[in-house]
């Protein structure tokens, strides 16, 4: 069509043209047209969702296939049992996709099914996204992990934030408790009106000295972003990452993708032993602006682009987005946590998950990408699938106990609210079993493998119940992913 244009352009110019002049004149622009077509060829490569990744079951050499068997059985049956509303999993393996399945709904009460061309919203997974942000101007030159954010934000410049850098942002040390801002997000107007509140009031714990996960450290990373760029950071991060990687089911806002709003999922909250629905597509977004923490709208299959980029050392075909000793150096633990480098975590498989019920990780030995989505907020299932991946390839760090038998009766003396730095934790019993709840979850069964030491059976976590002299219980203490969390009693 574009050929046909241009000579009946040429055959109208031409009309009005000598015939030396027509020759020369259709030559000149020929020559245009082939020059023209060249360069777009050289410099646009074709990243469309429907070739950058192929169909490779039917080809599957390896037989990872079949390691998913239960995991979907086990998708399938959550969704039966209300356990969650509707699922997504896709696996890719060396750039082939090897299962891409959608269960239950994306909207029950529109009795909408999930799809697989479903939008999610994936709030803290929006904080690796960032992160790259961030580390490609770190690639530039632009920013360095060493500099005070108060270079940055006037806002940071007190004594109690002047001692934050950019590097204690990207590693959650930066001293802020979660969420850590003085106010609820969704209580300010832009996100550099929340990010000067935080840097005025300062952080809670000593810049530096501790990991402690936090939403308000990625949101300030976000306005230093937008600072140094002179651009919102969802402007930055659209044009650097979204655009280049062909990610075009995956935005910052809303109001940017309007004929998309309507494949958006809605989102669920577990309200005792049901699902109900807080969120839905024909209503606004929570929080009135991109908080840089959270907030990104994602497909499963362009969140798998990201984290290609990330799989193949920083690189997508012939763009470098940064240097493969930076990729190396952000999959590292960060020195003040085992599982958690540069907004990523980072044990056995690197990946993130978000609160609304997603996760996406990859396994870098064996060029595997998992990404598991739903819309059921805070379900555990999201860690359940994790380990269930890790332990098919054998990367499970998780030490299997054995059950004994305990006298039941002592439950009821674990029974209670217990303080956990971030959250409050409840233990339950029906009078014959132990469970470990949160504020949003279900009750999580965890077994005996002596009196005062527990155990979930797929997660790796176990508790052990501390008690003082005279035989009561004070509190506990959680093992999760080799670290150890105190959390006080502070509830019958």
Known sequence: ????????????????????????????????LILGACSNQSNTEDLSSDDFFTIGEADDQTGNTEKF?????????????????????????????????????????MDMPMENDTIFRIRSMTKPITGTAALMLVEQGSLSLSD?????????????????????LITHTGGFSQPGCPKDFEDYGSLRE??????????????????????????VLGAVI??????????????????????????????????????????YL????????????????????????????????????????????????????????????????????????????????????????????????ENIIVLYFTQSRSTHTTEVVKSMVLEEFGLSTAVRH???????????DYVGKYQHPQIILEITSDGEHLYLKTPDTSNQLFYPASEDFFFHEILDIQLTFIKDDHGKTT?????????????????Q
């Open 69 to 109: 068997d239960k995991i979907l059985q086990l998708i399938h049956d959550w969704v039966e049992d209300g356990e969650i509303v509707g699922a997504q999993l896709l696996v890719i393996e060396n750039r082939n996709i090897l299962i891409h399945e959608s269960y239950g709904w994306m909207d029950r009460e």
């Open 270 to 365: 577990r309200m005792g032993d049901q699902y109900i629905k807080y969120w839905d597509n024909s209503k606004s977004p929570l929080v009135p602006y991109f908080r840089a923490s959270g907030g990104v709208y994602a497909t499963a299959m362009d969140y798998a682009k990201f984290l290609y980029m990330w799989l193949n050392d920083g690189k997508l075909d012939s763009k470098q987005f940064f240097s493969e000793h930076l990729v190396s150096q952000a999959l590292q633990p960060n020195g003040f946590s085992n599982h958690y480098g540069y907004l990523w975590e980072v044990e056995n498989a690197f990946g993130h998950g978000g609160s609304d019920g997603t996760i996406g990780f990859a396994i870098p030995n």
């Open 402 to 412: 054995a059950i004994v038998n305990v006298d039941p009766s002592i439950y009821q």
């Open 1 to 32: 069509m574009a050929l046909e244009r241009l000579f009946r352009d040429l055959s109208e110019r031409g009309k009005s043209m000598s015939g030396k002049n027509v020759g020369l004149f259709i030559m000149t622009m020929f020559i245009c």
């Open 475 to 491: 509190g506990m203490i959680i093992h999760q992913n080799g670290e150890d969390t105190e959390a006080v009693k502070i509830q």
């Open 148 to 168: 005070p954010v108060s270079k940055y934000l006037s806002s940071f410049d007190n004594d109690k934030s002047r001692m934050i850098t950019i590097g204690h």
């Open 226 to 267: 937008a600072e140094i760029t002179g651009m919102p950071v969802e402007e930055f991060i659209q044009k650097n990452i979204f655009e280049p990687l062909a990610m075009t089911d995956t935005f910052c806002t809303l109001e940017s993708q309007p004929d998309k709003q309507s494949r958006i999922g809605a989102t």
């Open 194 to 219: 929340a990010v000067d509140d935080i840097g005025i009031v300062g952080p809670e714990v000593e810049p530096g000295t501790m990991y402690i996960y936090s939403d308000a450290g990625v949101a």
